[in-house]
């Protein structure tokens, strides 16, 4: 084998190990349907040359609390293992929508609030201010990563089996 095509082989052997599960801790429980699971993740918007950083969060698998592309690529980690998943618009968020877009009258907003500040109707609806004028605020009740591919680097702290 020459030396190229052994730093060839090197190379290709990297790519296949970065690219598949690492079980970190053997007999561990996996992630399945009632599986209370501890993750961290990290969000890439590639498109928007974008990374918002890490943080941990806890859910229950099958509850619904995920999207669902990414509750499904989790299905039977463990502890210690890392994943990237990949979700187009469609899977993440959905597709980006003008007709969420709307003018409402200064007034109805407090008056400390900012140009891309996120704040929710009195019925919990979350939006973000795009615009303000003295008499009228555009808002637009998208969610921010509606439209947008992103990329989630999933980091399986822990899993409690379905009790």
């Known amino acids: 084998m020459t030396r190229?095509?052994?730093?060839?082989f090197m190379i290709l052997l990297g790519i296949v190990l970065l690219n598949r599960p690492v079980h970190a801790q053997a007999g561990a429980p996996?992630?399945?349907?009632?599986s209370?699971?501890?993750?961290?993740m990290t969000i890439t918007l590639p498109n928007?040359?974008?990374?918002?950083?890490?943080?941990?969060?806890?859910y229950t698998?099958?509850?619904?609390?995920?999207?669902?592309?990414?509750?499904?690529?989790?299905?039977?980690?463990?502890?210690?293992?890392?994943?990237?998943?990949?979700?187009?618009?469609d899977n993440a968020f959905g597709q980006y929508d003008?007709?969420?877009?709307?003018?409402?009258?200064?007034?109805?907003?407090p008056q400390t609030i900012a140009r891309g500040d996120m704040a929710t109707t009195s019925e919990g609806r979350p939006f973000t201010v795009v615009s303000l004028s003295d008499d009228s605020?555009?808002?637009?009740?998208?969610?921010p990563l509606a439209g947008k591919h992103i990329v989630l680097d999933v980091v399986v702290l822990n899993v409690k089996p379905k009790a």
């Open 98 to 109: 003008a007709g969420k877009k709307m003018t409402v009258p200064r007034t109805e907003l």
């Open 61 to 89: 698998h099958g509850a619904k609390q995920l999207l669902p592309g990414l509750e499904q690529a989790l299905v039977g980690l463990h502890p210690g293992d890392t994943k990237r998943v990949e979700l187009d618009a």
């Open 36 to 40: 209370k699971v501890t993750l961290k």
């Open 30 to 34: 996996s992630i399945e349907e009632g």
């Open 137 to 143: 605020a555009v808002v637009d009740f998208n969610h």
């Open 48 to 58: 928007d040359h974008l990374i918002i950083p890490p943080h941990t969060s806890e």
């Open 4 to 8: 190229a095509s052994l730093i060839g």
